[in-house]
């Protein structure tokens, strides 16, 4: 994908890149809707991503040319406006974050493409917004710090994709680590490394082949039912500013006073923190099955509580719980849609594809597809 994104650079814009970096997906081993109730998440870089050339151009204008999209895209810096449902919305959203930050920003010309699947939860948006804000931090030689790019990329995603993101997907795209999972606290950013020693088993995503967008979906409206639970509680509780500052107990005062499913996004993303906290014991002590039996909670209450899964992606969690040779699986990403996550014996992934895309297609009339995934480097020059 390097070479292909060089050779359309110089295909469409007859001179040469000086630039090219590379943005990875996420995957997300627990700690779903987390984060955006300055929680607890566990997020990986991936080895798949977005790779970008870049190159200033003399022009009034920068050209920016999609390969997965076959499109070219132009815009001028002093007119920067969202797109609606276009991929270069994420792209003019990150540099208007980096010129509200003052930094200089001239035209340029910038060709990407990639092997990460649009639609399939492992983050696109974030990757393509990283790559951008790193890409053309390299190229103007701006030195933008890691935490710094973090934040102008959630912006970008809030302000002109509409989307009202957490800041796990652009914190596990620029700080990711090979072999191991991030245990992020969304509240004030600290983080800690955790190593994923799979030995005889990986990581598999299976695509459900239903496309979710973030921006269309209740995605927005679970952020409200989560404001209006800890709204209620700060009546009765001193010094709650989110859902990360409550227990279990502290719902109960509320029960009279609230929506049964609105109470149950509260209880899920408490829950979820926990599950998070165990998940990293559990890493310490290399203990797998743990970590798979988490995982499986963690989907009930995606499912059951908070109420963002659908029946392809419960489906595929079902198939997976008679199975010896799986250690655990759930939905992964915003919901509606999009992959699960598997935990499999490294053994049994072509069986298991073989008899679950069977299941699938009787099911639903349509094949998943599958990811196997490793845990790399975030951001980054190539």
């Known amino acids: ?86 991929w270069a919305t994420y792209i003019m959203g990150i540099i208007s974050q980096l010129q509200q930050a003052g930094y ?88 800690d490394y955790f190593p994923l020693n799979l030995e005889h088993y990986q990581l598999l995503l299976v695509d459900t082949q239903v496309k979710h967008s973030l921006a269309d979906s209740a995605y927005n409206s679970r952020r409200f039912d989560c404001a209006e639970v800890v709204l209620l509680a700060q009546q009765n509780q001193v ?14 005062e509320i029960v009279p006073f609230i929506e049964e499913e609105v109470l149950g996004r509260g209880i899920y993303v408490i829950e979820e923190n926990e599950r998070v906290m165990e998940a990293s014991e559990a890493l310490k002590e290399g203990n797998l099955i743990k970590v798979g039996e988490l995982m499986y909670a963690s989907h009930l209450g995606l499912s059951d509580k908070y109420g963002v899964s659908c029946p392809e992606l419960d489906f595929l969690v079902e198939f997976t719980k008679p199975l010896d040779a ?34 699938y297609d009787h099911r639903f009339m349509k094949s998943p597809k599958f990811y196997q995934v490793r845990l790399e480097e975030g951001t980054r020059l190539i």
């Open 1 to 86: 994908m390097r070479a292909q994104v060089i050779k359309k650079f110089m295909e469409v814009f007859q001179h040469e890149q000086k630039t090219v970096c590379f943005s990875p997906g996420r995957i997300n081993l627990i700690g779903e809707h987390t984060d955006y109730n300055e929680g607890f998440v566990m997020p990986a870089a991936i080895n798949l991503g977005i790779y970008m050339a870049l190159a200033a151009n003399d022009l009034s204008i920068c050209r920016v040319y999609s390969i997965d999209f076959e499109e070219e895209f132009t815009f001028h810096l002093e007119a920067l406006a969202p797109k609606k449902g276009h």
């Open 326 to 359: 799986i250690l655990g699986s759930r939905m992964m990403g915003g919901g509606f849609g999009g992959c699960t996550i598997n935990i499999i014996r490294n053994d049994f992934q072509e069986e298991f594809q073989r008899i679950i895309t069977s299941a």
């Open 239 to 252: 010094g709650i500013t989110s859902l990360r500052d409550l227990k279990l107990k502290h719902l109960d």
């Open 104 to 191: 200089p920003v001239k035209s340029f010309d910038m060709v990407f493409g990639g092997d990460l699947p649009i639609g399939a939860g492992l983050s696109s948006s974030a990757a393509l917004e990283c790559a951008a804000g790193f890409g053309l931090s390299q190229l103007f030689k701006f030195d933008i710090p890691k935490h710094s790019l973090i934040h102008y990329a959630q912006k970008a995603e809030n302000l002109f994709a509409g989307v009202q993101c957490g800041v796990m997907d652009q914190f596990a795209s620029v700080m990711g680590k090979k072999d191991h999972v991030i245990r992020l606290d969304c509240r004030d950013l600290s983080f």
